[in-house]
């Protein structure tokens, strides 16, 4: 795209841009941001008070989005701003009530879904909205499928700033394995606990517990914890960087439908690989045998990390380059921008095609 942009992009409340610890939508926010900024758009952030940004800065004062009065102080001045401003396309990854106000004018309006939508507020929305004025991404296939039926939905992968994370193309015979993501059932921590045992390699455990999940931690996790499989508490990103660079590999023993998993490209660029369950869009991110391995058990699982001499980290890291970096997903979704804004308008359906290898 030739021409420079105003683009607005809007955040949830709760965490800032970019997050210390936790935060994947966060950080997907702030490398666009920074990628815009780059290249000389301009860009209007609206997001929590303590965030960190190249683009100008619309502090929410309400914190977070489940409060009622927190909601409607952040949607008047999400929306005093736009209606009074001068923006060509806004881009929300927060909620898609905020943008129920400008619903109706003819202002470009782009909702980017990270986790799985809910169907009956996505429908409400489309009736509500200018004609082709709304559109829709997912983080994956798995997410723009659901949308696809009401509106126009494109997949934009989730990437990773490459130059954050170091590749090293050889780690030590006993690296251990790596579990990084949100300590709880559903992520599979235990999982990856009976992998680490079944395949007699250690394990690092990396990540926050919520707070409803305490007791998981308690009763199932903390009680195996030794030499062996250790948790080292949440971690920012110099600490990540060295954890993933140094593992044998990620493993994602997930228990629901993952919608990206950020740290699965996060590991991809440090080039380690991922073994992961064949569950939400794990099975789009992990090229079989070339950057990971799929799998549905703990078993095959346990099988596959005997097979990580298969994989070579180069390869790994290259797919990283083609298909998650920062400079691609940004450039995909500039050149979404432009095909959204002459489908305003002109009225018409918007196309676009991304390309991913």
Request: some cysteine; overall charge positive; glycine content about 6%.
């Given at each position: 795209m030739n021409k420079l942009l105003h683009i607005a992009i809007i955040a949830d409340p709760e965490l800032p841009v970019p997050p210390v610890f936790y935060g994947g939508i966060e950080r997907i926010i702030d490398m666009l941001v920074k990628g815009y900024s780059k290249q000389g758009h301009?860009?209007?952030?609206?997001?929590?008070?303590?965030?960190?940004?190249?683009?100008?800065?619309?502090?929410?004062?309400?914190?977070?989005?489940?409060?009622?009065?927190?909601?409607?102080?952040?949607?008047?001045?999400i929306n005093r701003t736009l209606i009074g401003g001068d923006f060509d396309i806004v881009h929300s990854f927060g909620r898609l009530a905020y943008l129920l106000p400008v619903l109706p004018l003819r202002l470009p309006k782009l909702?980017?879904?990270?986790?799985?939508?809910?169907?009956?507020?996505?429908?409400?929305a489309v009736l509500l909205a200018a004609e082709t004025t709304l559109s829709f991404t997912g983080c994956s296939d798995f997410i723009s499928g659901q949308l696809l039926p009401y509106a126009p939905s494109f997949t934009i992968f989730n990437g990773v700033p490459l130059s954050t994370y170091t590749f090293r193309a050889h780690v030590d015979e006993q690296a251990p394995l790596v579990f990084l993501g949100r300590v709880e059932p559903i992520k599979g921590t235990h999982i990856a606990i009976q992998v680490a045992i079944a395949s007699r390699r250690k394990l690092i455990i990396a990540g926050n517990i919520p707070d409803v999940y305490i007791r998981y931690f308690t009763e199932e996790i903390e009680p195996l914890l030794n030499e062996?499989?250790?948790?080292?508490?949440?971690?920012?990103?110099?600490?990540?960087?060295?954890?993933?660079?140094?593992?044998?590999?990620?493993?994602?023993?997930?228990?629901?439908?993952?919608?990206?998993?950020?740290?699965?490209?996060?590991?991809?660029a440090?080039?380690?690989?991922?073994?992961?369950?064949?569950?939400?869009?794990?099975?789009?991110?992990?090229k079989h045998g070339l950057n990971g391995f799929q799998c549905t058990t703990a078993d095959e699982m346990t099988g596959f990390v005997?097979?990580?001499?298969?994989?070579?980290?180069?390869?790994?890291?290259?797919?990283?380059?083609?298909?998650?970096?920062?400079e691609l997903i940004a450039g995909l979704y500039l050149r979404l921008y432009a095909a959204l804004i002459s489908a305003a308008a002109n009225k018409v359906i918007p196309a676009f095609k991304p390309v991913k290898s």
């Open positions: 301009r860009v209007s952030l609206f997001a929590h008070a303590d965030s960190l940004t190249e683009a100008r800065l619309y502090p929410y004062k309400g914190k977070t989005s489940g409060n009622t009065i927190d909601f409607i102080r952040n949607t008047w001045l909702m980017s879904y990270q986790r799985s939508p809910t169907l009956t507020q996505v429908k409400k062996q499989i250790q948790y080292i508490g949440p971690v920012n990103d110099t600490q990540k960087n060295e954890l993933l660079g140094t593992a044998a590999a990620l493993l994602m023993p997930i228990k629901w439908d993952e919608p990206f998993g950020i740290v699965m490209a996060e590991a991809l440090c080039g380690t690989p991922v073994i992961g369950f064949k569950r939400g869009a794990v099975p789009e991110v992990i005997k097979r990580l001499h298969e994989l070579d980290r180069r390869q790994i890291r290259k797919d990283a380059e083609v298909r998650f970096s920062a």
